[in-house]
Antibody
Framework: QVHMVESGGGVVQPARSLRLSCAASGFTFSSFGMHWVRQAPGKGLEWVAVIWYDGSTKYYEDSVKGRFTISRDNSKNTVYLQMNSLRAEDTAVYYC???????????WGQGTLVTVSS | DIQMTQSPSTLSASVGDRVTITCRASHSISNWLAWYQQKPGRAPKVLIYKASNLENGVPSRFSGSGSGTEFTLTISSLQPDDIATYYCQQYNNWYTFGQGTKLEIK
């Protein structure tokens, strides 16, 4: 069955970098767009970034443009989120999610917590 | 950018009640709208896609309707397991979530 596992979260100082990974299994990874969505503690969901199935198109939420980079390795069934110049307001649980045929996010990982603090 | 506004922010209802949550888009999004359920400490789960299509495995008491700028999620008979926060999301012009509706049992 479809399964996605995020990793790479942790505590990081402001202005530093972190790379998140999301390993997927149970489906043809190279056929699906992949997203990152985050949720600050006690807050709602915030969409972060998307990468198309072949990596040809990427799009970012305004507050992370120029700081975050989404990428994928279809040979490893993995999507990444490189986060640079981290800020306190980037503190959140980061989820990866698959974009299903209907356009919604039909499968989600369990999330990985990123805490930006000095 | 398209803004999504949900109402109410919090809803208290009794088991067996019919519950309706509304989502309004700042611009027309056709039917490119999904609804998600999130329970504390868990990842979100999709309930409805393309405004009115029930995701496989989701109980039939959930339904969605609307198009353009106004959408609703309806639970026909509230069950204790439905206690959660519900989010709408547009995917007509990139992606935006609503702020969420927290559903509580009265």
């Amino acid at each position: 069955q479809v399964h996605m596992v995020e990793s790479g979260g942790g505590v990081v100082q402001p202005a530093r970098s972190l790379r998140l990974s999301c390993a997927a299994s149970g489906f043809t990874f190279s056929s699906f767009g992949m997203h990152w969505v985050r949720q600050a503690p006690g807050k709602g969901l915030e969409w972060v970034a998307v990468i198309w199935y072949d990596g040809s198109t990427k799009y970012y939420e305004d507050s992370v443009k120029g700081r975050f980079t989404i990428s994928r390795d279809n040979s490893k069934n993995t999507v990444y989120l490189q986060m640079n110049s981290l800020r306190a307001e980037d503190t959140a649980v980061y989820y990866c999610a698959r974009e299903g045929d209907g356009g919604s996010l039909d499968y989600w990982g369990q999330g990985t917590l990123v805490t930006v603090s000095s | 950018d398209i803004q999504m506004t949900q109402s109410p922010s919090t809803l208290s209802a009794s088991v067996g009640d019919r519950v309706t949550i509304t989502c309004r888009a700042s611009h027309s999004i056709s039917n490119w709208l999904a609804w998600y359920q999130q329970k504390p400490g868990r990842a979100p789960k999709v309930l409805i896609y393309k405004a009115s299509n029930l995701e496989n495995g989701v109980p039939s008491r959930f339904s969605g309707s609307g198009s353009g700028t106004e959408f609703t999620l309806t639970i026909s008979s509230l069950q204790p397991d439905d206690i959660a926060t519900y989010y709408c999301q547009q995917y007509n012009n990139w992606y935006t979530f609503g702020q969420g509706t927290k559903l509580e049992i009265k």
